[in-house]
């Protein structure tokens, strides 16, 4: 098993030429301008020495949850509901029985099958956070609509893998609702392995990030079909140099649960603060993954971004994937 | 039994205002014509709620970035902290940070303050309809960084509502208390300058001092005693559904009181803009 994977999140900062006319371009010319930018985005990710490089920073993708969301019968998106000062999401509304139109990502699949890319990771909006940020105006209860959603997802899941051929798929569920009702966990847990239930070949992860508390998704760890939990960490550790990472505390109540479990469950880890421009010197995201390694093993560890790079510009992002590669570069070398 | 309706907290903007915000953050509109867009936007919102007969209307808020901030960012000793979510939503706010709660910054001019819309806080239009809004303090105090007492920030923050509601000269004034609280008798000193609308979350605790206008909550019977005209928050703003039932809902209270007043459960920025402008005409279970 490789050490220390490198790996982004999902998204990145589009090219002007995409998000100034997202959704304005014809299908097919639609086609080609994604997937130009999804190219220039990969020469990116090569040059930044990133060992997986998910789908290209997710051109095709205007958002997580529209994106599906408007790809289903049963939901009607009314209009922007904001989500802090001046930003906004459409939010949709359930008002039926919810189905999917279309796939939601084909068109990735293809595009990196066409490339023969193996190194992938495919991010999929998880079941629970397309319940939670949607209107329910149909389903009796949270609950059931959260595993509605859970089958659409599969059913997506399932026929990405089909497409995908016999090379294991890694899907990344990204939940980032997961663990904002702590009352719900068991909704989380049973939603998220409807989506996956039953498909042979992937290899499961789980992106939550900006938890008041990951104890929540630790507690459900043993019964919930994921590998790999991508997390965030950066964000809450400080940037000073020293040999105590506090943000990394939680890495040990991780490795704790891990431990307690039959199936092998792996750690990705947030090492580089999405929310900031500050490029995080190598030292620093160094001690962050040596801090780490004092409680994981290193190949049930990756090393990533706390979140997608889209808040940052293309350059910032580069900028960071290029010191957190550098960082696992020297880490691993001294294995 | 009469029917009172009444709208309270952060209206959600329209295109065109969320256009001109961007615009404004761009540096492409300067500080005075974005203030002169809320302007215009707040009275196309105070036509919009007279046609839908909306008996009482906080101001839209439309340059509130979120509940607490034009507050936050009004009093000395106060800064504004990272990012935080909002109850169990996918909204955030920014988290004050109390070092002190020091003296009153201008309201009512126009002022550039950090990177947020320009003040006035409020654009009354001198309607006897409206109301001036105030996020409550023990929910302020609770979405804070206190260091220090909070007791004592609770209390320094009371005077300086108070400073306010005299400063405007605030006749009616709406308190949203989005969280919890068994401090009411904190609005006693308050209740005595001005008539206070208290809107509460969850139970409604009180030693018996507390008196207000009116409180507006999830029960009516547990708080009327406090109060001259008792409100329930029956049109919900976290669902996209026109018609509520508003009149199912209030119909077990007809027997037990002359007046009630109508109002919605959250602040209606929750929902689509084309949605709010739809429910505010089912306040009374119009459809």
Redesign the interface.
């Known amino acids: 098993m490789e050490e220390l994977v490198t790996q982004e999140i999902g998204s990145f900062r589009k090219p002007t030429y995409l998000s100034s006319k997202f959704r304005s371009y014809k299908e097919d010319e639609f086609e080609q301008v994604a997937r130009k930018a999804t190219m220039e985005t990969l020469d990116l990710f090569d040059k930044s020495g990133l060992m997986n490089i998910g789908v290209g920073g997710e051109m095709y993708r205007w958002e997580m949850y529209e994106h599906p969301a408007s790809r289903m019968d049963g939901v009607k998106i009314y209009g922007p509901v904001r989500s802090f000062d001046n930003r906004y999401y459409n939010k949709g509304s359930v008002y039926g029985e919810i189905s999917r139109k279309e796939p939601f990502h084909m068109e990735e699949i293809e595009l990196f099958k066409g490339m023969n890319k193996k190194n992938i990771k495919l991010p999929v909006t998880g079941p629970y956070t397309l319940m939670d940020w949607s209107f329910n105006d149909h389903y009796k209860s949270r609950e059931e609509l959260a595993m509605a959603f859970g089958r659409i997802m599969n059913q997506e899941i399932r026929e990405l893998k089909a497409a995908w051929g016999d090379k294991v798929l890694q899907v990344q569920i990204d939940e980032p609702a997961a663990t904002t009702h702590p009352d719900e966990m068991e909704i989380v847990r049973d939603s998220v392995n409807e989506s996956v239930k039953g498909i042979s070949g992937i290899e499961t992860h789980l992106h939550v990030c900006y938890s008041t508390d990951y104890g929540l998704l630790y507690n459900i760890a043993p019964s919930l079909d994921i590998s790999v939990y991508n997390l965030e960490f950066a964000n809450r550790d400080p940037i000073s140099l020293s040999d105590h990472r506090s943000g990394y505390d939680d890495v040990k109540r991780f490795k704790e649960v891990a431990d307690s479990i039959t199936k092998k469950i792996s750690l990705g880890l947030g090492v580089t603060d999405i929310h900031r421009d500050f490029i995080e010197p190598t030292q620093l995201i160094k001690e962050r993954i040596e801090y780490s390694l004092k409680f994981m093993e290193p190949d049930r560890l990756r090393i990533n971004p706390d979140c997608g790079l889209r808040t940052r510009s293309r350059e910032v992002g580069f900028d960071k994937l290029k010191s957190m590669v550098d960082a696992r570069n020297e880490v691993a070398k001294a294995l | 039994m009469e029917l009172i309706s009444l709208l309270y907290g952060i209206y959600?903007?329209s295109?065109n205002l969320?256009k001109a915000?961007?615009k404004w953050?761009k540096g492409q509109l300067t500080s005075d014509e974005i203030s002169n867009k809320i302007q215009e936007e707040s009275l196309l919102y105070f036509d919009l709620v007279k046609e839908a007969g909306i008996n009482y209307f906080t101001d839209p808020l439309f340059n509130w970035?979120?509940l607490l901030r034009p507050i936050a960012l009004s009093i000395e000793g106060i800064r504004l902290g990272p990012?935080s979510?909002y109850k169990?939503t996918?909204?955030?706010?920014?988290e004050p940070e109390i070092e002190r709660v020091g003296k009153l910054k201008a309201l009512n001019e126009l002022r550039e303050v950090e990177e947020n819309p320009p003040f006035p806080i409020y654009h009354d239009n001198g309607s006897e309809s409206y109301l001036h809004f105030l996020p409550g303090i023990n929910s302020f105090v609770k979405m804070s960084k206190v260091s220090g007492s909070q007791e004592e920030a609770r209390k320094l923050l009371r005077d300086i509502y108070i400073e306010i509601v005299k400063f405007f000269r605030i006749k009616r004034l709406l308190v949203f208390e989005p969280f919890e609280s068994n401090n009411y008798e904190i609005y006693n000193e308050l209740n005595n300058v001005t008539s206070t609308y208290l809107v509460v979350t969850g139970k409604f605790n009180s030693n018996g001092s507390a008196k207000f206008f009116s409180i507006i909550g999830d029960d009516p019977y547990s708080y009327s005693k406090y109060c001259d005209v008792p409100g329930v928050k029956v049109v919900d703003a976290?669902?996209?559904?026109i018609n509520d039932g508003v009149l199912e809902k209030v119909r077990p209270y007809s027997n037990e009181f002359d007046r009630l007043i109508v109002a919605n459960t959250e602040s209606f920025?929750?929902?689509?803009?084309?949605?709010a402008d739809k429910k505010i005409f089912t306040f009374k279970g119009g459809q």
């Open positions: 959600p903007r295109e969320r915000y961007g953050e970035y979120d990012l979510r169990e996918n909204t955030f706010y920014r976290q669902t996209t559904r920025d929750f929902l689509p803009r084309t949605i």
